[in-house]
Each structure stands twice: as C-alpha cells, then as structure tokens.
C-alpha cells in the first residue's frame, strides 16, 4: 500500500488523510505543536461545497451537529439604512447541508476525533525542516525530517502546512510568499445582546465608513462579530502586545461615527477577542515535485472576505486523493490534482481580494462571478457553492 506523510495537522491535514484512507492509500499526519493545530477563538462558515466534499467521505455529519445554520445575508450602511437581503448561496437545495457556522478550533476537533475514530494516527510536536526525494529497492521514496532530530519516510509528502507553508518553501525556494492586505481581522463574542434585534440564522453585514462588520446570532443567543479593519501587520513570533480592551476600543472607535449596533456590540464584548492578519497568496507557480505537493492554504490562499478557506482546503485534500487512486504514480497524480483545482482556487483568491476592496472602500456590494466559472452548468450566482466532487 501506498504511504502518505502529511505535513500539518489543521482542517485540511485531517480531510486529505480520511480521503487517503477511502482511496486505499495509508497516511500519517504530522503536526508542528504540541497539541493542535486550532487557532484560539475565530470562527468560520463551512458553505455548501466545503460540506459536499465532506459528504464524499462521510465526514459531514459532526461537522453538521456541531455548527449552526447561516441562511441568509443582510446588509446595513453606515447611517443605519437597510440595503437589502439575498440567501446565502448554497442554501436552497433542501438537503440539510446549506452554510454552517462554528469555531475553527470546533472544526479542527471534530474533524480529528473522527480521523483518530477511523485509526489514523496523527503525531504532536513534528516540525518539519527538511525533507528529500530518495531512490530505493521500491522505486523514488521521500524522507523527511523534523526539528527534534526524528525523521520519517513514505512514497509521497502532502504539505497541508498552511499558509507560511515550510513544504512550499521545499518545493520551490523561489515561491512567493504570502502578501499581507493592510487589513486584521477581528473577531469576538457577546454573551448578552438580546437588546441588538438580529434575525434568526442570518449574518448582519454593515459597512462602516471606516471599517466592514458582520456578526451573527448563535443559538444561545451569543453574538458572533467579526470586523475587517486597516492596520499594521501583527507580529506571528511575539505573544500579543495588543489587549482584548485595548481592541475592543480600536475597533468601536472606528464605528463610533456611525448610526449602527457594530460599537455597542465590540464595547459589550468580553475578553474573547481574537485579532490576526489577513494575507492572500494569488498564485503559487509551482504546486509539486514527484514526491512532494501543497495543497489548501499552502497552495493558495484568499483574503478571509470569501469564507472559503475551509471550503477550499476541503475540497483539495478529496480531489487530490481521488486523483491518487486513479493514477499509478505520484508524479502524475499530482499534476491531474493540480489541472483539476489551480483555475479553480486562483478564482476565488482574485474574488476575494474583490471583496476585500469593495469592503475596504465601505462600498456595499459584491464583484462578479468570473467567466469561467460558468462551464458545468452551476448556474449564474453558483460558480462557487454549486461545485461537487464525484468521487
């Protein structure tokens, strides 16, 4: 049997070893903390396509049990005008798997409770800094090797290491790296806010004239806020210097002018205050070696305006393992993999980055659906949440 080291423990290490396993082929995760991959916190939406995908592999439904619906979009200007309603996309098929909302870390725990509940075996503390093609009495094996002196071997490596991927370095020394958006994103929670008239599985979505917000109700009653807001990049290797009160204050100020809950909301928040940087890589030019292939945030990664980070990475790790099952050698396996996503994943990367601007601007609306997308019949606002995977 075919043996795959996967090199990161998120969202997309986990679906890409699940899918491995369904295709026959054996894989083992490595991941670089201690004891998980999940950021403290944020929160996301896993939207039609990201949950399809799961579908393919049977791993939708704790996804499902541990999230709540998000219907529809809803969007506020900055003197309080309601601009008008539309359903989220993804939501009209009847089937249970519309948008759903949960924590990342959420995700990240109930994806690896159920790769662990089908024996897939997942290693803490594993940080890769090397790794090398090598011919063997089986034919081209890679190795590689982590910062605790440790090494281990397969037939393939799968980077699933994120967006400050170590394989895509590997890969191509010349890659890009990530550019940063002049934006960070906010989030946090309000445990009481039942004053804030919100609608029933809906995301309020207002532009400020200084910054984006979005919150949305969870079924405790908890609101869930996020706001895009123009700053300086954070620092990834130093704890934060910045408080949550000292966020709460950045971030209501910049919507104090304005006639809208957004201030009232982010003052009324607690501790729970999550601030990160916001990149996007447009486009990686080399996705793989004969051994060795990124995917998810590795590979592309989109301003977090889209949603589909998650969704994204999901539908990666299926395809590429798919796409292993059917070919006799990685090499080629990995440029079927690489045909079949990379127009695909740019779109949304360059949709997002669209969105971002429009945001950034405090102009409400939405960029188009790109030409291309059309093909397969999706139909005209389902370029993106209509996509499947026949596995």
């Keep these: ?101 949960l924590r990342r870390a959420t995700l990240y725990q109930v994806l690896h409770r159920e790769a662990t509940r089908r024996g897939i075996a997942v290693r803490h503390g594993k940080r890769l800094v090397a790794a090398e093609s090598v011919d063997g009495a089986g034919g081209r094996r890679v190795v590689a090797r982590f910062a605790d002196g440790s090494h281990a071997e397969g037939d393939l490596l799968i980077g699933a290491d994120g967006l400050h991927s170590v394989t895509r370095a590997l890969i191509d020394p010349a890659a890009p790296q990530p550019r940063y958006t002049g934006q960070n994103t906010v989030c946090g929670y309000v445990p009481d806010a039942a004053e804030v008239p919100l609608a029933p599985d809906t995301y309020t979505m207002i532009f400020g004239k200084q910054a984006f917000f979005g919150c949305t109700r969870a079924p405790d009653g908890e609101v869930w806020w996020f706001a895009n807001v123009p700053g300086t990049e954070l620092d990834r290797a130093d704890p934060p210097a910045v408080t949550p009160a000292a966020w709460r204050e950045r971030v209501a100020g910049l919507f104090d002018g304005d006639e809208t809950p957004a201030a009232a909301l982010v003052r009324a928040t607690g501790d729970r205050v999550i601030a990160s940087s916001a990149y996007d890589l447009a486009t990686t030019p080399v996705w793989h070696t004969d051994t060795m292939v990124v995917l998810g945030d590795a590979a592309h990664a989109a301003a977090p305006n889209a949603a589909q980070g998650a969704s994204m990475a999901i539908e990666d790790g299926i395809v590429l393992a798919k796409c292993l099952r ?28 669209g969105m971002a601007k429009l945001t950034a601007s405090g102009t409400p609306g939405r960029p188009s659906r790109p030409e291309a997308a059309e093909r397969g019949g999706a139909g005209a606002d389902n370029w993106l949440t209509g996509y499947r995977i026949e596995w």
């Design 1 to 101: 049997m075919t043996k795959a080291l996967i090199i990161g423990g998120g969202i997309a290490g986990a679906v890409t070893a699940m899918a491995l396993q369904k295709a026959g082929i054996d894989a083992e995760i490595f991941e670089a903390y201690p004891t998980g991959a999940d950021d403290v916190g944020a929160f996301l939406i896993v939207f039609a396509n990201g949950l399809e995908a799961l579908r393919v592999i049977d791993a939708h439904g704790p996804v499902v049990d541990s999230s709540f619906p998000a219907q529809r979009v809803e969007f506020i200007g900055n003197d309080g005008t309601r601009l008008g309603e539309r359903p989220i996309a993804g939501t009209e098929g009847g089937d249970g798997l519309g948008p759903r909302t």
């Design 326 to 353: 059917d070919r006799p050698d990685p090499h080629s396996a990995f440029a079927a993999y690489e045909q079949l996503r990379r127009e695909r994943v740019e779109q949304v990367v360059a949709a997002s980055a």
